[in-house]
């Protein structure tokens, strides 16, 4: 073995890496910078370094895995380090072929770090490794998509030698590999910090110290003149508009002098150097000078204040949602029994498992390209053009597929940054964010007060429902109002009421930001719903199956804002049916057992008109070009598109190569609402029928698009379409009643179609387990400052795989009337109803009613 100097002032640290001998900088904070910074291998990804949390730098050396961000350079020094890319190419295909066959991966992100620990366990136990060992060894590694069941599946594969031969995808319902699976489950398929470029710099950002100050001074000289720093830029240096946002434009890109920080995650300076320790280093050095002001961080008071949290808003209530039908009063008045409860959730951090990246590049006719992993790229150029002041045909934005995002990529992040650098140097610029800079800067769950009042008569039929919401939206808008207007909308679940009267109120404050994330409001509100089913299903002494088959809504029924609900609504009905005789029989055994029913719309509704559109362009190589509109973050939609190619053209899957950037006018706005499925699907299929009608042409571009134009804001008719689609689910779960830890979950779905079944459950058990970290353990709390108490993956709450318990997941297919295929959406209604089912196993198990998430904080929960 050669031996290289690695005493504290050697200038560099000599190992082999995969079977070369190579040289390092052992100015490197850890080995896992080397790898990446200097030597370009990106199987290994930094998810959350150097905290060591995340298991995504996983790699091995001298035959033992080790993760990368905790390893000191030093100290590798004469060592054999093995990555991915340094694995024999017959293994290397087993592992691809093994997840994708199993649909064992979602964004991606985490696999490649999973593949060597479980390389590592295959190769020492063979054919012998039990999932339960192999759980217990993932303990290192954190899989947001997932919820473990498939990865594995595809690992219990590899152990036991059965031969993965995916097949090729099909058309429409036939389950199939995702979308570069392959390529993904090796860390092949790059994300945007795994780009490199010519001449590229680096950018760091400047955050604030305080919630709530003004900024006298912003001082830069010095970390002008640190070292490898190309420049500095303030938000005087901004040449357009300084404030961005979705649907207000009221985020400052950077806070300039004489402005005011109003939350954790405002940013005064970016700092561009040669390297990203440098561009860090510098950062640090930004002078500020501040007139700090009380934060307001509570909800209820901020209401009521003169003060005003934000700069440069004139109220701290961003919104109020409200409707009401029938004679509220009369009707608890009436009834024979009354639950009156005050529901509270927490704020949740995403976790996604890549941190925000943007890479700019300045293009040869003197505009911008740049590469993003937001949830809209068409909204991100248009936001990028406008912080310029340039028309929008000067910057180009590709999508590079993210490593997750579940609502929290939908905001302008760092792309305006990056682009700035990019735009004032005219030299390639990347930012990437750390993870504690990612939990500072982006928008979280809200967290949400909500007070109900519901009566029913003897029978357990609901008569009337009073709801009342406060949701802390945060500094900035956000989607913040949209949220608690879903929140509203669905306020009374999925079951016809003859009154209602609901208010939901977002409130400004200088938390962290709250806007989109998996559920959108649905979840909170539906956790109270819930709540108050299984409350007067006590009263009534029925069971929470029959309360609820009771009650649920069916077609041409009135449903909540007074939707009068299409053939799709039977899917509230049909996961009811699917879990009866489980849930029957888990009682009859005397478990500890909980239901839960949820409804959750497809696409944005509340009389937005929303357009999308595909391309179909046959090159003469036999390449099938499709290009759509929404962006691929595990979800699957890029094999959504390729499936539908193949449905309605015949073509070969393998011929199929999905592209989204703006070079076409083809996106509307973020992909969210569980709406790119049904709606990418919709404009890819006219796109192929317009192909067909033509003879399918090479060289052709055949543009189509696909609208849901029906819809109508609360209150604009009597009878109001919300929303054009909902998805429905039911879940059971089933606790120890001694531990109150969760055995099983079983979950029923009402997706309309599944285009590729395989991948729609895998949805579900990922929703699943998100739904249990929500219900038990997860929270993001602030401080009285303002500011995050967390700072590391581990420090969330989040189930770790020997956590998860055994999913089960029934998939119903109801067709939604006007959608492609049927098709209604799965993304988000998968953990709707798991909190509010938890809870019923709970009681069941100790008889404790519990009204505020998550339920089972500061016991463990599975976070150690």
């Known amino acids: 073995m050669t031996t290289a100097r690695a005493d504290a002032t050697a200038d560099v640290v000599a190992f082999t890496l995969n079977g070369t001998d190579v040289s390092v900088s052992a100015a490197h904070p850890h080995l896992l910078s080397a790898l990446r910074e200097e030597l370009d291998v990106t199987s290994a990804k930094d998810g959350c370094s150097p905290s060591g949390q995340c298991g995504c730098c996983t790699i091995m050396i001298d035959g033992k895995v080790q993760v990368s961000c905790q390893y000191p350079v030093a100290k590798a020094a004469g060592r054999d380090v093995v990555t991915l890319e340094g694995i024999c ?44 060992d192999m759980s217990r060894h993932l303990g290192a590694h954190l899989c947001r998509c997932t919820g473990y069941v498939k990865i594995l599946d595809a690992i219990e594969a590899v152990a036991t030698g059965t031969a993965c031969d995916p097949p090729p995808s099909g058309g429409v319902g036939s389950s199939g590999p995702k979308y570069e699976a392959e390529q993904l489950a090796l860390g092949d398929r790059g994300y945007v910090d795994d780009l490199r470029v010519p001449g590229m710099l680096h950018a760091a950002l400047r955050f604030t110290d305080h919630a709530r100050a003004g900024v006298v001074r912003i001082g830069t000289s010095t970390a002008a003149a640190a070292p490898g720093v190309l420049g500095v830029f303030t938000a005087a240096d901004v040449p357009g508009n300084l404030r961005v946002g979705i649907i207000q434009s009221d985020w400052p890109v950077m806070i300039p002098v004489g402005g005011r920080v109003s939350y954790a995650g405002d940013v005064l300076a970016v700092v561009v150097a040669a390297t990203r320790r440098e561009a860090r280093a510098a950062a640090e050095l930004v002078e500020v000078d501040y007139e700090v002001l009380e934060p307001l961080t509570d909800p209820v008071a901020a209401m009521g204040s003169a003060e005003i949290a934000v700069w440069g808003t004139g109220s701290n209530v961003l919104s109020v949602s409200s409707y009401g039908r029938g004679d509220v009063d009369a009707g608890l008045a009436s009834s024979a029994h009354v639950v009156h409860e ?57 999508l590079v597929s993210n490593g997750g995002a579940f609502g929290g990529k939908e905001d302008l992040s760092n792309q305006a940054h990056a682009a700035l650098a990019a735009w004032l140097l005219h030299r390639p610029v990347k930012c990437t964010l750390s993870r504690e800079e990612s939990f500072r800067m982006h928008p979280k769950r809200h967290p949400i007060r909500m007070e109900y009042w519901a009566g029913c008569d003897t029978a357990g039929g609901l008569l009337a429902l009073r709801a009342r919401m406060v949701g802390d939206s945060g500094a900035y808008a956000s989607v913040g109002m949209k949220v608690l207007e879903r929140a509203a909308g669905h306020a009374s679940g999925p079951y016809r009421i003859a009154a209602l009267d609901v208010e939901a109120v977002a409130v400004r404050t200088n938390n962290p930001v709250c806007g989109a994330f998996r559920g959108f409001g649905a979840n909170q509100a539906q956790f109270a719903m819930e709540g108050v089913i299984d409350r007067l299903a006590e009263l009534v002494g029925i069971s929470g199956l029959e309360m609820r088959r009771r009650n649920v809504v069916r077609p041409g029924e009135e449903w909540g804002p007074g939707q009068i609900m299409d053939d799709g609504s039977l899917g ?145 008719v009597e009878h109001p379409i919300i929303h054009s ?64 108490t967390k700072s590391t993956l581990r420090s969330l709450g989040i189930l770790r795989a020997k956590d998860v318990p055994p999913i089960e997941v029934v998939l119903v297919e109801v067709p939604q009337p006007r959608a492609p295929y049927g098709i209604k959406g799965v993304g988000e209604i998968g953990l709707v109803p798991t909190a509010g089912a938890v809870a019923a196993a709970l009681h069941a198990a100790d008889g404790v009613w519990r009204s505020k998430l998550p339920m089972l904080a500061g016991r463990g929960a599975g976070t150690d």
């Open 342 to 398: 005050v529901f509270e959730t927490q704020r949740v951090e995403h976790a996604f498992l890549e941190p925000e990246s943007t890479l700019a590049v300045p293009r040869d006719d003197g505009g911008l390209h740049v590469y993003s992993g937001g949830q809209g790229v068409w909204d991100d150029r248009n936001q990028i053009a406008a912080c310029l002041g340039v028309a929008n045909d000067r910057v180009s934005v590709e």
């Open 89 to 132: 190419e017959e293994e290397r295909e087993r592992y691809a072929s093994a997840f994708a066959a199993h649909g064992g991966l979602q964004c991606g992100f985490c696999i490649p770090g999973i593949v060597l620990r479980a390389k590592a366990q295959v190769d020492k136990k063979g054919a012998s490794l039990s999932r339960e």
């Open 725 to 788: 689609a909902f998805g429905y689910a039911a879940q059971m779960v089933v606790v120890d009643p001694e531990t109150l830890t969760v055995e099983r979950v079983v979950a029923a779905h009402d997706v309309g179609r599944a285009v590729n079944p395989m991948l729609c459950a895998g949805q579900v058990e990922g929703s699943v387990h998100m739904g249990l970290g929500y219900a038990l353990s997860e929270e993001f709390p602030a401080d009285e400052r303002g500011f995050p």
């Open 572 to 716: 509230a009905q049909r996961c009811l049916d699917a879990l009866a005789d489980r849930y029957e029989a888990a009682r009859a055994e005397g478990k500890a057992v909980g239901i839960a029913l949820g409804l959750k719309n497809s696409g944005l509704g509340n009389g937005f008109k929303e357009v999308t559109r595909a391309l179909v362009r046959f090159e003469p190589d036999g390449t099938v070009e499709v290009r759509h509109g929404w962006t691929e973050m595990g979800q699957g939609v890029h094999t959504v598109a390729r499936q539908v190619a193949v449905e309605e053209l015949g073509v070969n899957p393998a011929s199929v190569v999905v592209r989204v950037d703006t070079a076409y006018e083809l996106g509307e706005g973020q992909t969210t609402g569980s709406r790119g499925t049904l709606m990418g699907a919709g404009a890819v299929r006219n796109a192929c029928l317009a192909a067909k009608a033509d003879g399918c042409r090479p060289g052709v571009d055949y543009i189509a698009d696909y609208r849901v134009d029906w819809t109508h804001h609360l209150g604009e």
